[in-house]
């Protein structure tokens, strides 16, 4: 069964301080990995898509990484702000399916 | 310009109605999606649309169903609406799939939150 966990679950950090979250997936065959950003009250916002063969990729302040082998993404948040607050959502790809893969987010606050 | 937009932005109705909510999208792109993110915010897939295609996730009870007048639109009707309905709805699109098979990236429109009393 395609599954996509993360955590923490939430997160609360000061202004200014870098932040890690995870997410381990067991999806087969696996296509890419989407990491998404959802404010409160909207739809949520691509960050960084990622294939099998890449390991490290950014936006900004968003830093994504991948382990294809241990099946294990991560998104660091480097010098938070205030508008980091949200929920990030990891996304999985099935190969030749429309259906992703779904993880439950991580809530993050950042608190000035 | 909104790349992705619903109505109604709330609605609030009573068990056992039929309802319909809108959406458009002007970026061009073959398929468009539904999603239901309930209390707990865990965005969970409804369906999958393009001009060749339905997709539906085996989950999803037949009281929902997705129309599409032409590519740029992907109504949602759900009839005989219970209390279990409510939640906030998303509705997106991608630039069909990638080379590997899987869906482009998705721009989501800005959620419509059905209240079912």
């Known amino acids: 069964k395609n599954q996509v966990e993360q955590s923490p679950q939430s997160l609360i950090i000061l202004e200014g301080k870098n932040c890690t979250l995870q997410?381990?997936?067991?999806?087969?065959?696996?296509?890419?990995l989407r990491w998404y950003k959802q404010d409160t009250g909207r739809g949520p916002v691509s960050l960084t898509i990622?294939?099998?063969?890449?390991n490290t990729k950014s936006n900004g302040r968003y830093t994504a990484t991948l382990d294809a082998d241990t099946k294990q993404s991560s998104l660091h948040i480097t010098a938070s702000q205030l508008s980091d607050s949200a929920s990030y959502i990891c996304?999985?790809?099935?190969?030749?399916?429309?259906?992703?893969?779904f993880g439950r987010g991580t809530s993050l606050i950042v608190h000035p | 310009d909104t790349a992705v937009s619903q109505t109604p932005k709330y609605l609030v109705t009573q068990m056992g109605n039929d309802k319909s909510i809108k959406c458009e999208q002007n970026?061009?792109?073959?398929?468009m999606y539904w999603y239901k993110q309930d209390s707990k915010k865990f965005l969970k897939i409804m369906f999958s649309?393009?001009?060749?295609?339905?997709?539906i996730n085996e989950t999803v009870p037949n009281r929902f169903s997705p129309k599409s007048p032409d590519k740029a639109h992907l109504n949602l009707h759900i009839n005989s609406l219970e209390l279990g309905d409510s939640a906030v709805y998303f509705c997106?699109?991608?630039?069909?799939?990638?080379?590997?098979?899987?869906?482009?990236?998705?721009?989501f429109g800005p959620g419509t939150r059905l209240t079912v009393t």
């Open positions: 996304v999985v790809s099935v190969g030749g399916s429309y259906i992703p893969t």
């Open positions: 997410c381990n997936y067991t999806v087969s065959p696996f296509s890419n």
């Open positions: 970026l061009g792109h073959d398929t």
């Open positions: 997106a699109s991608s630039q069909d799939r990638t080379l590997a098979g899987s869906p482009g990236e998705q721009y």
């Open positions: 990622m294939t099998f063969s890449e």
């Open positions: 649309y393009n001009n060749k295609e339905l997709i």
